[in-house]
């Protein structure tokens, strides 16, 4: 009955997300993923303009004083949290009992302070697991984080138990650096400016390669003037108000419950 009745409000609360409620608005929230293992690089992450989230690896040399140095400079901070086939001291696995992942996630958390929110390293195994996913969802309610689902595979479940707790959370939609170049990743960026415009917002990630920085310290100045508001990734989830985008489902639930 529960699952009906928070069927029947997501249901209800579409036709606000299938109108253009954004009237013209477009809205951009960057992540950058895989940091705390280089400090040049990370300096040069923190450098970038604007609200730039900073996803920092907890098995990693510079994750914890990294942190607080992203914190003292007004970044958000988020555990980019490693899940199978990611491995390491911290990496969730699926058939790992659920004791073991949550000793796994706190272990992880204090090597980053001031997370406030995750997100998954790889997991293209381990975000299609719906047990370790819902307990995940339900802990970070517990702890008041929020969840970014990376979409790493098709098949993720996690956004989906996000949202039947109505947890804050987001999705990703588009990946700037796949493919490591210049000329890739400013068409990757453009592909998310021209889905902001459409959809009213996007969520992007990228990782600190030396072409992607390039790209960015290039592209992101610019974005104002091209009609593109830069919000935190805290604004974006307020925004999307725990609604699933078109390429993640309809009628703003995500297609994998």
Not at 227 to 247: D, F, K, S, V
Request: charged share 20%; net charge positive.
């Amino acid at each position: 009955m529960r699952y009906l009745l928070c069927t029947l409000l997501y249901l209800l609360s579409s036709a606000a997300f299938a109108a253009p409620a954004h009237q013209g608005k477009a809205y951009l929230s960057l992540i950058i993923d895989d940091l705390g293992q280089n400090s040049a690089r990370d300096s040069r992450t923190l450098a970038l303009p604007g609200p730039v989230t900073l996803a920092i690896m907890p098995d990693t040399p510079h994750a914890t004083d990294f942190a607080r140095q992203a914190h003292k400079a007004g970044k958000t901070v988020i555990l980019h949290m490693p899940m199978d086939p990611a491995t390491g001291p911290y990496a969730w696995h699926p058939g790992t009992p659920l004791p073991e992942l949550a000793q796994r996630l706190a272990a992880a958390l204090d090597k980053v302070p001031y997370a406030a929110g995750i997100n998954n390293h790889m997991g293209s195994r381990m975000t299609s697991q719906a047990e370790p996913m819902a307990w995940l969802m339900a802990e970070l309610q517990r702890r008041h984080l929020y969840f970014i689902d990376s979409r790493t595979s098709a098949a993720t479940v996690a956004a989906a138990k996000a949202q039947a707790l109505d947890l804050a959370h987001v999705s990703r939609d588009v990946f700037l650096d796949d493919v490591r170049t210049p000329e890739a990743i400013a068409a990757q960026l453009q592909q998310g400016i021209d889905l902001a415009r459409k959809q009213g917002s996007a969520v992007l990630i990228g990782h600190p390669y030396p072409q992607t920085l390039e790209v960015l310290e290039r592209e992101l100045p610019r974005l104002k003037s091209q009609g593109i508001e830069w919000i935190t990734i805290g604004q974006m989830i307020a925004q999307r108000g725990n609604l699933a985008m078109p390429a993640h489902g309809k009628h703003g639930l995500y297609q994998n419950r």
